[in-house]
C-alpha cells in the first residue's frame, strides 16, 4: 500500500473515531449542532478572505472598498467628533489631601542606608556595604571601579561569556570614580549613592554610549544629551560603568540576543538558562556581583521576569513616577523604567533617589515663584503600612489554627 493511500485510510480512520466519540459525549442533536456551527463558521471565513481580495484588488479601489464601507456602517466612526484628541499615555488621576496640616521635612535617604554586614560565605556588596566602606576608608569609588571594569573584562571571556555589559567607557568610568573619590574625602558626597557602580540598559540614553536597544542597527552615533535617568543618577553621584545586554529592541521576556556584537547574556546561576528579559544584561549583572544596581525597564516585564529568573529584586514603578524623558523608546504608552537590585533595601533606595529629587526639584521651583507650600497627610496611610509589613501567617500555620 502506498505512502499516500496510508495515509487516506488513517485520516478516515481518525475522522470516524472522533465522530464516534463526538456522537457519544454530547448526543446526536447537539454533535449536529456543533457540526453545523462549524460548517458556518468556516464557510464566514471563506466569505471574509473573498471580501479582503476584492476589497484590494483594482476593482476594489475603483469603488467597491467604499461602497461596502458604507453599506456595513463603517463611515459612521468617521463622522464622530471628539471634544478632544485621544491620548495614548495613561494619565493618573490627582488626589487632594486635607489641607492645613504642617509641612513635613525632607525625606531623609540616609535612613534607607543598612548597619555594615558582617562577612559571610553568600554576599552580595549592596549600597550600604559601598556607603559603609567608602566613609570608613576600607576602599575608594575608584578602587572599585577599577575592580568592576575588570571582572566585566572577564566575564566576557569566559566559555561561555556572560555578555551582561555590552558597552563600556573606561575613561569615562574611571573619571566620575575620581571625582566621587574626591568628594567622599572631603566629606561632601552628593548622595548616598555617590561612588555606586551603576549600569544602565541599552535603551535608554546615557553619553557617551550608544542607544542601541540590543540591535546591530540602531545608535550609530554616539548619545549627547543624557536622558533624565541617566541625568539624575548622575547627579546623584552614581558611577555609570556601562549599557548592559538586552533583548533585541526589547520585544521578547526571554532576553536572549544574536547578534554578534552584543553576544547571547547568560545567566550566573546556569549559564545554560535564559536570564529572563528584556532586561537581561541588567539582571545578569546584578546576579554576578558586578554591580549593586542596574537600570531596565519594564513594559510586559522586562525588569519583573529578568530579576525573577536570575534571583534579584526588580522594580516596575507607578507609570510615570520616573520620567522617560530625553529617550526614544518603543512603545512609550506602556513603558516604565525601574531598578533591578540584589536586594529589597536598595531597590528602595535607588527607586527614592530618582523619585525623591525630583519631587524635592519641583516643590523648590514652585516655592521660589511665590507658591504656598502645604502639607497633607494621606488618609490612612499608616493602617497601609501596617499592613503591607504585616506577617501574614503560611499556608500550614493556617491548617494548625
Not at 152 to 160: A, G, I
Request: charged letters at 20%.
Amino acid at each position: 500500500m502506498s505512502c499516500a493511500r496510508l495515509f487516506s485510510v488513517e485520516s478516515s480512520w481518525v475522522s470516524s473515531v472522533l465522530e464516534m466519540d463526538g456522537r457519544r459525549n454530547y448526543g446526536e442533536d447537539t454533535f449536529n449542532q456543533r457540526r453545523q456551527s462549524e460548517t458556518y463558521a468556516k464557510t464566514q471565513w471563506v466569505d471574509m478572505r473573498l471580501s479582503a481580495k476584492i476589497c484590494t484588488s483594482f476593482i476594489g479601489r475603483l469603488g467597491w472598498t467604499s461602497y461596502t464601507f458604507k453599506q456595513v456602517g463603517f463611515n459612521f466612526f468617521r463622522s464622530i467628533h471628539y471634544v478632544e484628541e485621544p491620548s495614548f499615555t495613561p494619565n493618573p488621576s490627582t488626589f487632594e489631601g486635607p489641607k492645613g496640616v504642617p509641612e513635613g521635612s525632607r525625606i531623609d535617604l540616609e535612613s534607607y542606608v543598612q548597619a555594615a554586614n558582617k562577612e559571610t560565605d553568600f554576599h552580595f556588596f549592596s549600597v550600604s556595604d559601598y556607603y559603609h566602606a567608602y566613609r570608613n576608608g576600607t576602599t575608594t569609588p575608584s578602587e572599585v571601579a577599577d575592580w568592576v571594569i575588570a571582572r566585566v573584562e572577564e566575564s566576557n571571556s569566559l566559555k561561555p561569556g556572560l555578555c551582561a555589559v555590552t558597552q563600556m567607557d573606561q575613561e569615562s568610568a574611571r573619571k566620575m570614580a575620581r571625582e566621587s573619590s574626591e568628594r567622599v574625602a572631603k566629606g561632601c558626597p552628593c548622595s548616598v549613592l555617590d561612588g555606586i557602580p551603576i549600569l544602565i540598559k541599552e535603551e535608554l540614553n546615557c553619553a557617551p554610549y550608544h542607544a542601541k536597544c540590543g540591535t546591530s542597527f540602531m545608535g550609530k552615533m554616539p548619545v549627547i544629551q543624557d536622558c533624565t535617568i541617566a541625568y539624575k543618577l548622575k547627579q546623584a553621584g552614581a558611577v555609570i560603568i556601562g549599557m548592559t545586554n538586552m533583548h533585541e529592541l526589547g520585544m521578547s521576556v526571554f532576553g536572549y540576543n544574536i547578534d554578534p556584537d552584543h553576544g547571547m547574556p547568560r545567566n550566573p546561576y546556569d549559564p545554560n538558562h535564559y536570564t529572563g528579559g528584556s532586561s537581561s544584561g541588567s539582571a545578569a549583572a546584578v546576579a554576578s556581583g558586578l554591580v549593586p544596581v542596574a537600570i531596565g525597564t519594564d513594559g510586559g516585564g522586562s525588569v519583573r521576569v529578568p530579576a525573577t529568573l536570575c534571583g534579584n529584586v526588580g522594580l516596575k514603578p507607578t507609570f510615570g513616577r520616573v520620567s522617560l524623558g530625553g529617550n526614544e523608546v518603543s512603545c512609550h504608552s506602556v513603558v516604565h523604567a525601574g531598578p533591578i537590585c540584589s536586594n529589597v533595601n536598595d531597590t528602595a533606595l535607588v527607586y527614592n533617589v530618582e523619585v525623591v529629587r525630583a519631587c524635592e526639584a519641583a516643590v523648590d521651583h514652585l516655592r521660589n515663584k511665590g507658591a504656598e507650600v502645604v502639607g497633607f497627610q494621606i488618609p490612612e496611610l499608616q493602617e497601609l503600612r501596617d499592613s503591607a509589613h504585616h506577617d501574614h501567617p503560611t499556608r500550614d500555620e493556617r491548617k494548625l489554627r
